[in-house]
């Protein structure tokens, strides 16, 4: 299961702080800093239940160059909150926040992978600003929500009151 995590990392152009770590998914969830990274004298580490998640720790410069290549404007994109890169009951998936310079707000990009790592697919992109926020979601068929002013969404495209923060938490 790790080697799939680390294959898509590697295929992302992102590299990890650590070793692969593993945490309740409901405390990975709630956690809005950066995640502990495990000594890589550790290892690779991974999830033994169905409440577990596999996460990596990836390097700030990093996950910069893969908002320049993924999105074909170097800077226009610039992390604002620690990512999460992790593979939960069989799945990988990559959530980013970022501040999107050119139309002057916040962003959270959410992907998951194809089996294989090869492909990613985004079920959600969230931007927001203190006076509005719009989506765009489609989150059905995973286990999780995005959290909007303390309101959790699955699906769906429009556009709601305005926030400081958006979640990716389970549904």
Do not use: H
């Amino acid at each position: 299961m790790n080697n799939r995590l680390r294959n898509i990392l590697a295929g992302a152009g992102i590299a990890t702080v650590g070793a692969i770590g593993t945490k309740m998914a409901v405390d990975y969830f709630k956690n809005r800093g950066k995640e502990e990274a495990p000594a890589e004298s550790a290892g690779d580490q991974e999830a033994t239940s169905a409440q577990e998640v596999s996460y990596a720790v990836v390097k700030d410069d990093s996950l910069q160059k893969f908002l320049d290549a993924s999105f074909g404007a170097p800077g226009r994109y610039v992390p604002s909150r620690a990512p999460k890169v992790f593979d939960y009951q069989g799945r990988q998936y990559m959530v980013v926040w970022a501040r999107d310079t050119q139309k002057n707000k916040n962003q959270m990009l959410a992907f998951i992978y194809t089996p294989d790592g090869k492909e990613r697919k985004m079920i959600a992109s969230v931007g927001y600003t203190g006076q509005e926020t719009d989506y765009n979601l489609n989150l059905g068929g995973t286990p999780f929500a995005v959290e909007v002013n303390g309101k959790k969404m699955t699906s769906g495209q429009g556009k709601t009151q305005g926030t400081n923060e958006v979640d990716f938490v389970l549904a």
